[in-house]
C-alpha cells in the first residue's frame, strides 16, 4: 500500500489512516505538547527544509499578532483535542450523507466517525466511478486528518493558497491545516476598517475560516 495506482486505492489508504488516527486522538489523555507559539529551533529543523522558510514566516507573524484558537484550556482539559474531535466527527457525519445521498441513497447514516469512515471505505468502488465525489472524499480526508495530526502534537502543516488576499491582493495567503485557519502573512496587508488590529503597532494579521478557501475549484499549491 505505498505506492498507488488509482485514486480510489488511495482514498482507502488515506481514510484508513484518518480513522487510525482518530482513534489514537480520542485515546490521547491529555499529555500532547502541541506548540501552536514560537517554535524552538530543534522544532523547526524538524519539520523538514522545504517548509522552513514559509514557516518561519508564518510563525514569526503569527507570534506578534494572530492569537492561537484554543489558547489557554483549563489545568487537564485539552481543549483543542476536544474541538478537534468534535469538528471532525461533525464533518466526516456531512461528508457520509454526501456520499451516500450520491451513491447510495437507500442507505442509512450512521452516529460514530469510526462507523462514517467505515460507510464511506465501504462505498467507495461506487465513490470512485464519480470524479468529482472522489475528489471530494479524498480532499475533505487530507483536510480532517490534517487537523486530527494537528490534535495529536504532529506538526503543523503551511500550505500556499493560489488565490490572493482580498485585501492585499498578494500571493500572501496561509493556510494552516491543524487550525482550518487561513491568515495573510503581507506584513504590509492593511484593510479600510479603522477599528481593524492591522492598524496597530504589532499587526494583528487578518485571517479566515478554513471553510471560507473551500469553494469548489479552489485550488491550492503545496
Ligand atoms: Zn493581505
Ligand atoms: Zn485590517
Same mark, same amino acid.
Do not use: F
Given at each position: 500500500?505505498?505506492?498507488?495506482?488509482?485514486?480510489?486505492?488511495?482514498?482507502?489508504?488515506?481514510?484508513?489512516?484518518?480513522?487510525?488516527?482518530?482513534?489514537?486522538?480520542?485515546?490521547?489523555?491529555?499529555?500532547?505538547?502541541?506548540?501552536?507559539?514560537?517554535?524552538?529551533?530543534?522544532?523547526?529543523? $524538524?519539520?523538514?527544509?522545504?517548509?522552513?522558510?514559509?514557516?518561519?514566516?508564518?510563525?514569526?507573524?503569527?507570534?506578534?499578532?494572530?492569537?492561537?484558537?484554543?489558547?489557554?484550556?483549563?489545568?487537564? @482539559?485539552?481543549?483543542?483535542?476536544?474541538?478537534?474531535?468534535?469538528?471532525?466527527?461533525?464533518?466526516?457525519?456531512?461528508?457520509?450523507?454526501?456520499?451516500?445521498?450520491?451513491?447510495?441513497?437507500?442507505?442509512?447514516?450512521?452516529?460514530?466517525?469510526?462507523?462514517?469512515?467505515?460507510?464511506?471505505?465501504?462505498?467507495?468502488?461506487?465513490?470512485?466511478?464519480?470524479?468529482?465525489?472522489?475528489?471530494?472524499?479524498? $480532499?475533505?480526508?487530507?483536510?480532517?486528518?490534517?487537523?486530527?495530526?494537528?490534535?495529536?502534537?504532529?506538526?503543523?502543516? @503551511?500550505?500556499?493558497? $493560489?488565490?490572493?488576499?482580498?485585501?492585499?491582493?498578494?500571493?500572501?495567503?496561509?493556510?494552516?491545516?491543524?487550525?482550518?485557519?487561513?491568515?495573510?502573512?503581507?506584513?504590509?496587508?492593511?484593510?479600510?476598517?479603522?477599528?481593524?488590529?492591522?492598524?496597530?503597532?504589532?499587526?494583528?494579521?487578518?485571517?479566515?475560516?478554513?471553510?471560507?478557501?473551500?469553494?469548489?475549484?479552489?485550488?491550492?499549491?503545496?
Amino acid at each position: 500500500m505505498s505506492t498507488h495506482h488509482n485514486p480510489t486505492d488511495a482514498a482507502y489508504t488515506g481514510l484508513a489512516r484518518l480513522r487510525d488516527d482518530y482513534r489514537l486522538l480520542t485515546e490521547a489523555d491529555g499529555h500532547i505538547r502541541r506548540t501552536p507559539g514560537l517554535p524552538t529551533p530543534e522544532r523547526l529543523a $524538524a519539520a523538514g527544509r522545504a517548509h522552513l522558510t514559509d514557516r518561519a514566516e508564518t510563525l514569526g507573524l503569527l507570534s506578534r499578532g494572530l492569537k492561537p484558537l484554543g489558547a489557554s484550556p483549563a489545568p487537564g @482539559v485539552d481543549l483543542v483535542r476536544v474541538d478537534i474531535l468534535t469538528d471532525v466527527a461533525l464533518a466526516l457525519g456531512e461528508l457520509e450523507e454526501a456520499v451516500i445521498e450520491r451513491v447510495a441513497p437507500t442507505l442509512a447514516t450512521t452516529d460514530t466517525a469510526a462507523r462514517r469512515i467505515g460507510t464511506i471505505i465501504k462505498l467507495l468502488p461506487k465513490v470512485g466511478a464519480v470524479d468529482d465525489l472522489l475528489a471530494h472524499v479524498r $480532499a475533505e480526508t487530507r483536510r480532517l486528518h490534517n487537523r486530527v495530526r494537528y490534535g495529536l502534537g504532529e506538526t503543523e502543516e @503551511v500550505r500556499t493558497l $493560489a488565490a490572493r488576499c482580498p485585501i492585499c491582493g498578494a500571493r500572501s495567503l496561509r493556510e494552516l491545516t491543524g487550525r482550518d485557519l487561513v491568515t495573510c502573512v503581507n506584513i504590509a496587508c492593511r484593510c479600510d476598517d479603522d477599528l481593524c488590529g492591522c492598524r496597530d503597532e504589532t499587526p494583528t494579521r487578518h485571517q479566515w475560516a478554513g471553510a471560507d478557501w473551500r469553494t469548489p475549484g479552489m485550488e491550492m499549491t503545496a
